[in-house]
């Protein structure tokens, strides 16, 4: 594909073109994007993500607003370029980039931060597709995957294999958007914490259970979401998650995974996981298999209620009710590394298969 | 070599065997550790790292010590045990496995990571060497690095090339103790923040000046530490820092990375990287680069005075006393992302090939 048919590139000329075609028409050029808030959001379980409910917002360019205009075009010619030359820059680094604008330039961070969102709302794309990738880095991958990358200076593909790296992993990258995979693994294995993750690497558990294990070190990036997105699309295997047993691995980590977040609606498309399951840390699992807890913190129980109250994920599912009901009735939290009770290795022997074997223990 | 000649077990044995002899003569046995303290500091430049001045602590076991002399004991009979079955376990794993020493469990995972803290410093081996591995993990690495593993159940040989990870890389594994090297690369650019690192990665850097790129992701954790100490050591090539131009990346980052950390000093020895040297960002490079900068926060400035009163290594050295001045004087820190004011890739044509060439833009 050529760099100009880019689909990026075609939609920064269409809504530069209009723009320029409603100048010389002397009318007041507009832009429109969708109003990007938690009270703008919808939950379906058939599209499986958090949508914008439509509302748009329009920013009609006036005496007032002449300096966010030019700073919305001047982001998108960056894009634009950075498409062209398939170079990348990070958030920070667009902002520092605006430094030689002139009086158009950033003061601060959030003020560029907000126009990459809107332009990334108007384009339909998320930033990543537009040549803009995130500070940090994506999860860890380890087992039955082959990873189809390609060298930059020379175009060539590169095949990465997933079983090779001994007790290390295959880290991520910033933008995931180029990579094909190749695998014929049963699932993948969605792990909360690094140490976890570690433990199943050392066993080899992908090989015992032909998996692929991602670790998604607390709540996963955007590169780490996407990463599993795709590849679950690719694939057509299922995603199971695997957290702790508190508020925050439930509706921080799991639920951001599954259907995104409230604040970035419109990219949600991209980023959620609907086909995930939920494996465990479960309230249920804190009672059968009697594991040690912690008390519940009031932070926890916070979560709970506003998740109860605002969360349209929460309040679409009943099983996810009565969980967080349990909890709170419990007062506890457990760790997955609570399984550690039985046994270092309780959790591969045990708790691990016995989850695969019965999807009755899952939550939605 | 057999797991019984394994130094950690003979180590583990000759203790306990004493404390053994001392019960059978009816003495009160005693452990005996180095005391663990800031103040109990120094810097030498030719040991290179922050040593313990030798004041030690011991436990006589009383009526009121039992239950720390038996958590002492059951934790090292833990860690024979992982040694001797080649696993591994977090210090939260090793916290939830107390919970079956009936009276002697740990309540609070502080008290099980003291105990932790003092078995390493007693045996003097770092703890994943006694099979306690860290939370979270280590670093990335892309470049020109072979790094040797081996298959966790067959004990074969896995060679992985750091060279053929395309815009992803090697993840650094929890624990690198097992783990050789084969590298012809001429040094190795320790990186403070994710973005730089890919930017790094996406134009093949690595290939341009045949070296190998490593990813802190901040302060580093141990095992990225005890990864680019042991490559530094095997490969003999010197290892260039690259951070933000600000108090936190020189003293918190670097200073970390080169001599270790006053709170842990029995086990720098393993830990720090000597041979480090400080890139930048520089105070100089602010003023030479004309820099975009942001103000010096509260914190930076009580971090500075701090430095200059209490920190052995920057007592140590001159050149960073005047650099913390000149910060203070300028009332400015800059980021590495800053240098995107001239374009996005002039850190790769311009600024770290300028540094390369020129050893007196570095600081030690």
């Known amino acids: 594909m050529s760099k100009k048919d880019n689909p990026v590139v075609q939609e920064i000329r269409t809504i530069s073109q209009r723009i320029f075609d409603e100048i010389v028409a002397l009318r007041q050029p507009e832009m429109t994007s969708p109003l990007r808030s938690l009270s703008n959001v919808s939950y379906d379980e058939k599209a499986g993500y958090f949508e914008t409910t439509g509302k748009m917002k329009t920013r009609t360019m006036t005496a007032s607003t002449v300096k966010s205009f030019a700073q919305s075009l001047l982001m998108m010619n960056e894009s634009k370029k950075l498409v062209e030359t398939d170079d990348i820059a990070t958030k920070r680094e667009m902002y520092y980039i605006s430094k030689n604008w002139g009086e158009a330039r950033f003061h601060e961070q959030p003020e560029s931060d907000s126009v990459m969102d809107d332009i990334e709302a108007m384009v339909g794309m998320n930033r990543e597709q537009l040549g803009f990738i995130p500070e940090e880095k994506g999860g860890d991958v ?128 991209f980023f959620c996981v609907p086909s995930a399951k939920f494996f465990g840390v479960t309230a249920d699992d804190i009672t059968h298999y009697k594991l040690p807890t912690h008390p519940l913190k009031d932070v926890d129980i916070k979560r709970v209620k506003d998740g109860m109250k605002n969360d349209p994920f929460v309040i679409h599912y009943k099983p996810w009710q009565k969980a967080l009901t349990d909890l709170v009735k419990m007062k506890k939290r457990a760790e997955q590394q609570a399984l550690a009770k039985y046994g270092l290795n309780f959790v591969i022997s045990d708790y691990l298969p016995q989850k695969l074997e019965d999807p009755k223990t899952w939550l939605p």
């Open 142 to 269: 380890a087992g039955k995957l082959v990873v189809i990358d390609k060298d930059s200076d020379t175009g060539k593909e590169i095949r990465i294999d997933c079983t090779k790296f001994g007790s290390g992993a295959y880290s991520v990258p910033s933008s995931v958007e180029e990579l094909q995979f190749e695998t014929k693994a049963d699932f993948i294995l969605a792990i909360e914490t690094a140490g976890m993750f570690q433990r199943l690497v050392k066993h080899n558990f992908w090989k015992k259970k032909n998996c692929i294990l991602i670790s998604l070190g607390g709540v996963p990036t955007r590169s780490c979401r996407r990463f599993i997105r795709k590849l679950s699309d690719d694939a057509k295997i299922p995603v199971y998650a695997f957290t702790d047993g508190d508020p925050y691995g439930w509706l921080n980590i799991y639920r951001t995974l599954k259907v995104g977040s409230g604040n970035a609606a419109h990219i949600n498309k």
